[in-house]
């Protein structure tokens, strides 16, 4: 399963740039300031509208189902499972006094509304009346939107590291009613496949467990704690960081460096948005270390900007990449994301500037103001992997999706979740679809240039997801020399109409939350642009004041002077 991946090199320069922005305004800085430096995510729970709640509620009652504890929520996450058949519990005391009573496990599942894997462990699991009555029998289940609750998400998260050896999305954790861990992982399918254990079998294993060993149980539980704890007490070193430690640090990044493809891991590979920022500030020293962080950034960004990781027809950053080579994505777009690598980009362009590099970073905020920023001045927190399919007729759709009501718009709905959505249907293409969309000078470069098939081009594709599809990742042959003038002329016509088209198909379902630390990280993004193109800068502190006026407003209390 996808490692979940952190990065706390950004803080500074966030900070730094934030507190200028706060000056030049004469606004209090230090509660901005705090959002960026202790990484505490602070939501507008009132995002979720309330038209796109009450059309999850009609379509969920003409479809009979019977709603669970979870219906009462405002989180969208939870508001999507509100009508499983397991009966839910939020976070709360309730729930754990109910397993204490009862003597239960505690089944703890934590995830997000636009996390393709908690979507298909819902459909898979959650959605299964066998796991659901056994579920529902044996434990006490708990629902966590992990955006809601950081704090309960990085407490498991780091239980589940230590149990499991990585983290990830969907969380499942199994706790007793003091709320310790004493086992995790990440996804389960249903049922136990070859060598990957299902969620029916462990959660036999567990209860069979819990009965007959409690106290082997309460031991692991115990063990456990104390390991979190120990790992939280931080002890601050506030001596001058030695050379011999720098030298150390670039040793252990160099050990985990892909010289091949760029990047610090293998396949799935995730941005490191901490390591972006220690070699662009090593890269601008003087010393020997120096050129090897810049050969490393170089390598990685040239990578990444190939590749279908980067959204090579709207902007914008995908979340990771499935293979070493950046080039097929996991397709969910995240606000952070946007935000940490345009400052990556624009560390580095700042030293070495690089005409491609220049060309995302604008792609990409004005993707982010085009599609993520709210009418009252905030950007909202994701887009989801999933959307509609769409080689499917309005029949075929109807037919699979019952919950789906007559005439209803292609528009996604919070909380709403059907059978016919497919991972990247957004962003692939058919040969058909291109051969419909452009001419064919048009097409015969776009076929090359982005090396499509009639078949697809996804070679990866254990799950059969992806047959006859195209990615649009940009082919070898064209990526170390520059575009002649007509093949710039074909690709810009060829981009703008197949953007045209794909306005037109059912979106990403938007993650409407607004979250203060991301917005402050995407503030200083304007900022750090505006600094670097002088041509954009009104432009850019315009946008980067408009989001600091809607957290001073929205989100900062003035009267208790937080936020």
Known sequence: MPKGQSGRAWNWPCASSLALIMLLRKFPAWPVLLSCLVSMPVL???????????????????????????????????????????????????????????????????????????????????????????????????????????????????ATRLIHGSGGWPMTVFVDHQRRPFHAATYYPPFTTGQHPGLYEVLEKINLLWRRQPARLDAVAASITASIKQQAEVTRDHERVRKDIQQRAMQQIALLYDDEYGGFSAAPKFPTPGIFAYLNKRAGMDDTAAK????????????????????????????????????????????????????????????RPVARYREMVLETL??????????????????????????????????????????????????????????????????????????????????????????GNIASDPRGEFAHANLLAIAEDYRDRPLKGSEKALLQSAKVKLGTDRLQRPRPHLDDKIITAWNAMMAVSFVQAANLFAEHRSDFIRQAEKTIDFIFVQLYDHRRGRL
Not at 85 to 103: H, T
Not at 375 to 385: E, K, R, S, V
Not at 418 to 427: D, I, L, M, S, V
Request: charged share 25%.
């Open 44 to 158: 507008l729970l009132a995002a979720v509208e309330p038209n796109t709640v009450a059309a999850y509620l009609q379509a969920a009652k003409e479809a009979g189902r019977k709603p669970n504890r979870l219906i009462t929520q405002s989180s969208p996450y939870l508001l999507q499972h509100a009508y499983n058949p397991v009966n839910w519990y939020a976070w709360g005391d309730e729930a754990f006094q109910r397993a204490k009573k009862e003597n239960k496990p505690v089944f703890l599942s934590i995830g997000y509304s636009t996390c393709h894997w908690c979507h298909v462990m819902a459909h898979e699991s959650f959605e299964n009346k066998k796991i659901a009555d056994y579920l529902n029998k044996h434990f006490i289940a708990i629902k966590v939107d992990r955006e809601e609750r950081p704090d309960i998400d990085s407490v498991y998260m780091a």
């Open 292 to 351: 090897t962080a810049s050969d490393m950034m170089k390598t990685t960004l040239d990578a990444i900007s190939r590749g279908g990781m980067y959204d090579q027809l709207g902007g914008g950053f995908h979340r990771y990449s499935v293979d070493a080579m950046w080039r097929l994505p996991h397709f969910e777009k995240m606000l952070y994301s946007q935000a940490l690598m345009t400052q990556a980009y624009l560390g580095f362009y700042s030293m």
């Open 366 to 455: 004005a993707f982010v103001q085009r599609e993520m920023r709210s009418p009252q001045g905030g950007f909202y927190a994701a887009l989801d992997a999933d959307s509609e399919r769409i080689d499917q007729t309005p029949a075929q759709l109807a037919e699979q999706s019952p919950r789906q009501s007559a005439g209803q718009s292609p528009e996604p709905q919070a909380g709403v979740e059907t059978r016919n959505k497919a991972e990247g249907a957004y962003y692939l293409w058919t040969e058909a679809q291109l051969k419909k969309t452009l001419t064919k000078p048009e097409f015969d470069f776009v076929r090359d240039y982005f090396e499509t098939r009639p078949a």
